[in-house]
């Protein structure tokens, strides 16, 4: 257990992109990498070069257990079958270990067969984005934790030595809090790829979409840090401009038929969570939807 003055020792399971940059930063900070364990004996050795320390192993074996803490950053589908395998190889060993996984969208539930044996259990997950490319910052960044009380304990300490920020999360849903997640990450992404083939079908340059859009949406982004949803909200719906809605509407009927659904789905959104008048505002919203191109035939 980690305890003051005791020098910490981390095995990773799953030596993937958060597995590498939790590992790395962690032992920057001085503590001891154990085994890091992968599907395959080449993907474990590439990780331990990245995080600079461990043991790399090609399948789960006892070293995992020669650590104080397992973190285990495989993919969500398969942390439980992870930790049912972990649960075999070690037994009554697993009492007095912290087992901490780094899903969004699963909560420390998941790693019950541990938490059978004593292990103490829980999930530690950074809000950020970890592509291919160099790691990410993490310092200031939020940790969504749940678990039991030692297991806690445990991710507040790592997370406050990286210097991120943990969050104590208290939904009954998880997954809801992981959503979040996704609306403001990857659907922004799905959002300005959209928006930036809509202007190359207009005769812009990719180069040139991105360098139109971009300014728009980072000065969106700052007016909503600095002023609030509401204040920065602009455009035809803010205006009560439904006409314009309308020929947008028209317009998006020659793409893909996602686009429109997309756009009349944000267009909903908008009026649920930024109109001071949802009622009223989905109300416009149908009437500029019948005279779409679904609508046109009714
Ligand atoms: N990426 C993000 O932006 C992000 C952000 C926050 C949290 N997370 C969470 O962090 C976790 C890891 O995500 P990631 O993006 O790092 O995934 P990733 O890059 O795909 O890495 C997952 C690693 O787990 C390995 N693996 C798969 N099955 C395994 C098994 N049965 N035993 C041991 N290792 C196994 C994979 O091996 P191979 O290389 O051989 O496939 C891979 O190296 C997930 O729970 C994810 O939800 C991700």
Redesign the pocket.
């Not at 399971?13 to 597995?19: D, E, N, P």
């Not at 950053?73 to 969500?76: E, I, M, N, Y």
């Not at 996984?101 to 969208?105: I, Q, Y």
């Given at each position: 257990m980690l305890t003051q003055g005791m020098s910490e020792t981390l095995s990773i399971?799953?030596?993937?992109?958060?597995?590498r940059a939790l590992g790395r930063q962690l032992h920057g900070l001085g503590w001891r990498i154990g085994a890091v364990?992968?599907?395959?004996l080449p993907?474990a050795r590439a990780?331990v070069r990245a995080i600079g320390a461990g043991y790399p192993a090609g399948t789960?074996t006892r070293q995992v257990l020669d650590s104080t803490v397992i973190l285990i950053?495989?993919?969500?589908d398969?942390?439980e079958?992870?930790a049912k395998r972990l649960a075999q190889i070690g037994g009554e060993e697993w009492c007095g270990k912290v087992v901490l996984?780094?899903?969004?969208?699963n909560d420390s539930s998941v790693l019950k067969p541990l938490a059978d044996l004593g292990a103490a259990t829980g999930s530690m997950?950074?809000m950020?984005?970890?592509?291919n490319q160099r790691p990410p910052e993490l310092a200031g960044r939020i940790f969504g934790i749940d678990g039991g009380p030692i297991a806690l304990k445990a991710a507040r300490k790592m997370i406050r030595q990286i210097g991120g920020v943990a969050v104590r999360l208290s939904g009954a849903n998880k997954a809801a809090y992981h959503a979040a997640g996704s609306f403001a990450c990857a659907h922004v992404l799905a959002l300005m790829e959209t928006a930036v083939r809509l202007l190359m079908a207009q005769g812009f340059t990719r180069r040139q979409a991105i360098r139109a859009l971009l300014p728009l949406t980072r000065q969106t982004l700052d007016n909503f840090e600095s002023v609030g949803p509401r204040p920065a909200w602009t455009g035809p719906m803010a205006r009560g401009d439904y006409s314009t809605v309308q020929r947008h509407v028209k317009a998006l009927a020659d793409f893909p038929p996602e686009y429109l659904a997309a756009y009349e789905a944000l267009s909903r959104l908008k009026a649920v969570v930024l109109s001071s008048q949802p009622a009223a505002t989905l109300r416009q919203l149908d009437r500029a939807f019948r005279s779409g191109p679904k609508g046109r035939n009714k």
């Open positions: 399971v799953g030596a993937g992109r958060v597995g364990t992968g599907r395959s993907t990780a789960l950053t495989t993919p969500d398969v942390i079958s992870v996984h780094t899903s969004g969208a997950h950074p950020q984005t970890f592509g």
